[in-house]
């Protein structure tokens, strides 16, 4: 493959990465006695899974179970721990993280790996504002772990020190876009496709007749909101639409919007942040929506995990996080690229062959 990166085992390059590598385990220490102090949990959940997510744009990896009778399953390997980890909090565990080996198909870039360790977290009874708190806590004690004082990536830098800008979706398309966001959103959650896509070609970003509101909702987030994210500071991201947060509850005062953020530095994205939705029928409404817009593009679907909506009707109150803590490394290091803090990156395709 022409654009193939050297083989991460060759002794220079190795030395090359070490660094990194040998920071991504301090910041890995200092962020699990993080956790410890405050009377987290670690759990460790499992990776085979009947459902990989059910939200439109992840994609797993397949695999089969054999059981003892010789009939063969389908399963899956995780596109995160999520499912897995609100059954534990519907069995009763107050406060939970997993350091979680992660699987995702169709996703390989600077910032994007097929397999990556996710770090989520989990509090019962308490509101998602405190997992604000969490995620800007974690930035300081995993630049501390690391040495550094600034985060970095492609020519921009964040202070992990300081606290963090907050921003409504609202808030941003106005500024960086000059749209009224939600005068395309109902208090039904019904979306206006035609009047967001005539916003956005009047702000002069492209949009096709087959682009659902959803498609150019991301369109205009990756374009002309992203790269103002996490620059001098983290930003936190908060108040999507309801229907750009799959798992998430509804935010008391405004129905269109739901409690849910996401953390930026650099201009990256490192977290996403739910108040969790613990109503099943409404969960279930939500994946099969996700599904059949799934088949409408890429024509497959995932089964809904069952067992995950029975538990999610005992679940307590409660608010999650998922943050990918190979970014997180990668800010801390200045690395180009994911790999570079991966200790043996995922083999390219071809790599290898005769």
Known sequence: MTNALPPFWRPDIHADRRPA???????????????????????????????????????????????????????????????????????????????????????????????????????????????????????????????????????????????PERLTLQEAFRRHAGIDLLRTVTADNDVDRGGLAADAAEAGIRVTDDDSWSDIFSRILAERIEPHLGRGRATILCEYPISEAALARPKPGDPRVSERFELYACGVELANAFGELTDPAEQRRRFEADMDEKARIYGERYPIDEDFLSALAAMPPASGIALGFDRLVMLCTGARRIEDVLWTPVAEPGRGAA
């Open 21 to 163: 590598l040998l920071a991504r385990g301090r910041i890995k220490a200092a962020l699990r006695r993080w956790f410890e102090a405050r009377d987290f949990v670690e759990v460790e959940a499992a990776i085979l899974q009947v459902s990989p997510g059910n939200e439109t744009h992840l994609h797993g990896f397949a695999t089969t179970l054999i059981d003892d009778a010789g009939a063969r399953h389908p399963y899956y390997l995780h596109t995160s721990p999520e499912f897995a980890a609100k059954k534990l909090l519907a069995a009763g565990e107050p406060r939970l993280f997993d350091f979680a080996r992660v699987f995702r198909n169709r996703e390989r870039t600077a910032l994007h790996h097929p397999e990556f360790t996710m770090l989520e977290w989990y509090r019962a009874g308490e509101g998602y504002e405190t997992l604000m708190q969490d995620a800007a806590a974690l930035l300081a004690e995993a630049a501390r772990a690391a040495g550094v004082t600034t985060l970095h990536w492609r020519g921009i830098d964040a202070d992990p020190f300081a606290e």
